[in-house]
């Protein structure tokens, strides 16, 4: 019976993808793997995945007809959109959790000296930040999340690994020497991709990381305290000026219009929602002081009493 099962499933897989004629099946701790006469190779679990790990996000430009982004799951291209997603377009600001507790703290990529920054470099735009290592040194995922390409980019790349995460953003890590993951792999914080080197168009060996949200690159050190190797902030709040080409982080004391892009952030939010995920051991009353709000406009706004017992990792809304 549980044969029966297994070759009505891959019949099932085959009709769907037509295109590939499957070899044979192997069980693993991840999950059922399904290999290829081409001798490619996908886990079963992952041949209908639409790439959507954050459904707040994607809900939200989902159901904006003017904006109509794209953000789809392809393991060709480095970037997946068929057009190019115009973030400036953007009218409201997203709060979105960098961290929290349904997944993992932030683990730094590669602890090295930063070379070069953000912005305005050698007469183009240098959409991430270069960090300074040896061939060979271990290059590990920032956040948790799924794999979504990893091969050699034609573009002066190199061998590039993208990683979509649960926060709803990806990470770009380029110029490695080895690549260590595969498309669709699950990968948590810390967890080794591949090893820093010099492919590509690149003079030395060193790490390019960026951090893009539908395809568009935003400052690192937006999210990153790369001086003290951590989060910056576990709230990211995402607007239209992050996405100005070589934008400085907007705690940048040389930044001066962009030096309360939180505040305005927070103030822009305000008629549009804003969620907020419980953490171990947030209280509504906490929640409410965090968010410059009160427990009785979270209740009201969620349909919840004060003495709602709060499971972690709900989304709550706040404004």
Not at 63 to 84: A, G, V
Request: glycine share 8%; aromatic share 10%; hydrophobic share 35%.
């Amino acid at each position: 019976m549980k044969h029966l099962l297994i070759v009505s499933i891959l019949l099932v897989v085959v009709n769907t993808l037509s295109a590939q004629t499957i070899k044979d099946t192997i069980d693993s701790p991840n999950g059922k793997i399904i290999m290829y006469e081409n001798r490619t190779w996908e886990y079963l679990d992952d041949i209908d995945f639409d790439g959507v790990l954050n459904e707040l996000v994607h809900d939200h430009f989902a159901n904006d007809s003017l904006l109509n982004f794209e953000w789809p799951w392809d393991s060709e291209l480095c970037y997946s959109s068929n057009r190019t997603n115009d973030l400036s377009q953007m009218k409201d600001t997203l709060w979105l959790c960098v961290t929290d507790s349904m997944y993992s703290d932030f683990v730094m990529p590669f602890d090295g000296k930063i070379t070069s920054r953000y912005g305005y470099r050698r007469g183009r735009y240098h959409n991430g930040i270069d960090i300074n290592l040896n061939t060979g040194d271990t290059v590990v995922a920032a956040f948790d999340g799924k794999v979504r390409y990893s091969k050699y980019n034609k573009s002066g790349f190199g061998n590039l690994v993208i990683i979509r995460h649960y926060n709803g953003l990806e990470t770009f890590y380029a110029h490695l020497s080895e690549l260590i993951v595969v498309p669709n792999q699950t990968v948590k914080a810390g967890d080794v991709i591949g090893l820093g080197g010099n492919t590509g168009n690149s003079y030395g060996a060193h790490l390019h990381f960026e951090t893009r949200f539908y395809d568009a690159p935003m400052n690192p050190e937006e999210i990153i305290d790369f001086k003290n190797k951590k989060i910056r902030d576990e709230n990211l709040f995402v607007h239209k000026g992050l996405f100005r080409p070589g934008a400085s982080p907007s705690h940048s004391p040389n930044n001066l219009t962009a030096s309360t892009g939180h505040t305005m952030a927070a103030s822009s939010a305000k008629g549009s929602e804003v969620y907020y995920r419980v953490r171990s051991g947030d209280t509504l009353g906490h929640i409410a002081r965090r968010n410059r709000t009160t427990v009785s406009q979270i209740c009201r706004l969620n349909n919840i009493k004060p003495t709602t017992t709060l499971k972690i990792g709900r989304q709550l809304r706040v404004r």
